[in-house]
T-cell receptor
């Protein structure tokens, strides 16, 4: 099964700035999800975007999906120190319910 | 709704012992549960998929005799790490889903440390 490649691996920004992280993959997907994980903790589901969707918003989050380029981006606007965490994309392909996770982006927001 | 719990949240054991981790869906029936392993500073890697009442499907490279998975009911799956060794020390996370649902609901994880 494929794994998404995320970049950057690490990102450090000042509070108030926007943070953008990208996920690229190799084969077709049914949907792509973004998760957040605080250090040593479980996962929090952020947003799901289906393969026939191009953009979704949720609060300060904006996700785009370009199936022709096989890539997705997660934008966090007006970042806060509490946004400091690792962010993972997760890919669902074929008829299977299981998802495979990307390599992750570690975001640090400096107050 | 859609809460998944894991027990214990952390465990320390001696090398050679077996450890059981429970994953429960608290307010829904999970037809499928997934077990992941996450080593420090790495992503989650799927270990196995278990469907209620049937044998688990293991990912390539995961020893089924070492990582025993039981999904005896629609709300409970267990992962037993048999004869644990220090290299099995990791963060184990389960997730649960229902048939036809796009979303998986993740447990808070169990940190296993094998001395």
């Amino acid at each position: 099964s494929q794994q998404g490649e995320e970049d950057p691996q690490a990102l450090s920004i000042q509070e108030g700035e926007n943070a953008t992280m990208n996920c690229s993959y190799k084969t077709s997907i049914n949907n792509l999800q973004w998760y957040r994980q605080n250090s040593g903790r479980g996962l929090v589901h952020l947003i799901l975007i289906r393969s026939n969707e191009r953009e979704k918003h949720s609060g300060r989050l904006r996700v785009t999906l370009d199936t022709s380029k096989k890539s997705s981006s997660l934008l966090i606007t007006a970042s806060r120190a509490a946004d400091t965490a690792s962010y993972f994309c997760a890919l669902r392909s074929g008829g299977y319910q299981k998802v495979t996770f990307g390599t992750g982006t570690k975001l640090q927001v400096i107050p | 709704g859609a809460v998944v719990s894991q027990h214990p949240s952390w465990v320390i054991c001696k090398s050679g012992t077996s450890v059981k981790i429970e994953c429960r869906s608290l307010d829904f029936q999970a037809t499928t549960m997934f077990w992941y392993r996450q080593f420090p500073k790495q992503s989650l890697m799927l270990m196995a998929t278990s469907n209620e009442g049937s044998k688990a499907t293991y990912e390539q490279g995961v020893e089924k005799d070492k990582f025993l998975i039981n999904h005896a009911s629609l709300t409970l799956s267990t992962l037993t790490v048999t004869s644990a060794h220090p290299e099995d020390s990791s963060f184990y996370i389960c997730s649960a889903g229902t048939s036809g649902n796009n979303e998986q609901f993740f447990g808070p994880g169990t940190r296993l440390t094998v001395l």
